[in-house]
């Protein structure tokens, strides 16, 4: 059986059962109404930062700041359409180098938390309705520089089929000693968290607030 996240090439399809996180590979095309080119995979937040986080952590405890998130569009109106409204769609999360060439492959427990994210209709900051993937529980176990993989996938007929794939920005995992802290939770997070999105929200408070501008007045 081959991993699901190790699983590349795009247009290839495996047998898929939600209940096992496992795939057997098939050869055969994607559905003829879905094309990669007619799909773009866009990071609308990239990684930034995280806290290495310990074999005893909770999920989620010490995630990947801010928590990415990956929207589909397409040009098309009609599949654009198709896509808000068919939960068939997914991504998978994987965890890669900072360059593709590795000197040494990233152990398995290195990530953990949740790595796949379904569709979530939502409103964008425009006020449009748009797909959008959400990690906000991606911990990493191992301190080095990394990006994120993101591979969307359409489920049928207990297959997946991957349809696009895209890379994220660097991001450093810091030791905790080092780590310089999360920033205050984005305005994207914010709207989708309001909207039902379960994303943890972080505010400065008012007295950190208030000590940054005396520091200023200084």
């Known amino acids: 059986m ?21 795939c057997t590979p098939i050869c055969r095309p994607a559905f003829a109404h879905l094309s990669n080119r007619d799909l773009t995979l866009i990071i609308r937040q990239q990684p930034k930062r995280a806290k290495v986080s310990g074999i005893k952590d909770k999920v989620g405890e010490k995630p990947i700041d801010p928590p990415p998130i990956v929207q589909v569009k397409s040009k098309n109106a009609t599949l654009e359409n198709h896509l808000l409204q068919n939960p068939a769609f997914f991504v998978m999360a994987t965890l890669i180098g900072a360059t593709d060439v590795l000197e040494e492959p990233i152990p398995p427990h290195a990530v953990h938390g949740s790595l796949s994210s379904s569709l979530h209709k939502l409103k964008d900051i425009d006020n ?4 959008f993937f959400i990690f906000p529980e991606i911990s990493i176990r191992v301190e080095g520089d990394y990006r994120l993989r993101f591979r969307l996938y359409e489920i049928s007929s ?9 890379d994220s920005e660097i991001f450093r ?3 905790a000693k080092y780590f310089p ?19 943890r929200i972080r505010r400065i408070s008012k007295i950190s607030t208030k000590r940054l501008v005396r520091l200023d007045e200084c």
Do not use: W
């Open 2 to 22: 081959t991993n699901i996240h190790n699983f590349i090439g795009v247009g290839a399809a495996f047998n898929y059962d939600p209940k096992y996180a496992s």
């Open 128 to 131: 449009s309705d748009g797909g």
């Open 158 to 166: 207990n297959q997946a089929i991957l349809l696009k794939s895209v």
């Open 173 to 175: 995992v810091y030791p």
């Open 181 to 199: 802290g999360m920033d205050e939770s984005t305005f994207l997070s914010r709207s989708f968290s309001d909207q039902g999105a379960r994303i």
